[in-house]
């Protein structure tokens, strides 16, 4: 009889992984397999289910059934009933989670308030350009005869720019200006 070989599960050595991608990944596969575990427990016996993992300098993963937020109310929210059976054990990874969960929204909270003044500011300058340009430009609301020189003189000038624009606007499509009438060239 021939000794043979037989491969099966290797053990694994249970010790911090030091290579942080390697790290990273035995953390999504084993969190998505415990996740995964959860949830048939959960369907095969009906039981209501949570867990919470709290990587290092991450974010909190969650899995509840049939939701996280009621899984934990229900046992460790305001509305619990007293039980001597259940220390305050969960209660401390349940603050952490919503300490968490609190902070990150603060942080958006703060940065949308940020961007909110940020444009209010922008805003109100803009209202004061707009209102300086419209009493720059209300000499030329009024009639030809009661402008002054200098008024008058850069009514002149813009509609030299304008003429100037129209001509070479015309010019581009294939239009002539000569004697102050357009000819097609």
């Not at 790290?23 to 095969?44: C, G, H, P």
């Not at 350009?129 to 005869?145: D, V, Y």
């Not at 304008?162 to 010019?171: A, D």
């Amino acid at each position: 009889m021939s000794t043979r070989l037989i491969k099966g599960r290797k053990g694994v050595r249970l010790a911090r992984i030091e290579n942080q991608t390697n790290r990273q990944v035995t953390f999504s596969k084993r969190r998505n397999s415990v996740f995964k575990k959860a949830n048939e427990l959960a369907t095969m016996t009906g039981a209501e289910v949570g867990i919470i993992v709290c990587p290092q300098g991450s974010k909190p993963y969650s899995f509840g059934h049939p939701n996280i937020n009621e899984t934990i109310n229900k046992y460790v929210g305001e509305e619990r009933p007293p039980s001597p059976s259940s220390p305050g054990i969960d209660d401390k990874y349940v603050q952490m989670f919503r300490k968490a969960n609190s902070s990150e929204l603060n942080i958006r909270l703060n940065s949308l308030q940020d961007q909110l003044d940020f444009e209010l500011n922008l805003r109100s300058k803009l209202k004061q350009m707009n209102k300086s340009a419209e009493n720059q430009q209300e000499w030329f609301k009024g009639p030809i005869e009661k402008m002054n020189y200098t008024e008058a003189s850069m009514l002149k000038e813009g509609l030299e720019d304008l003429l100037l624009k129209v001509k070479n606007y015309g010019t581009e499509r294939g239009y002539g200006y000569e004697n102050g009438k357009w000819k097609a060239e």
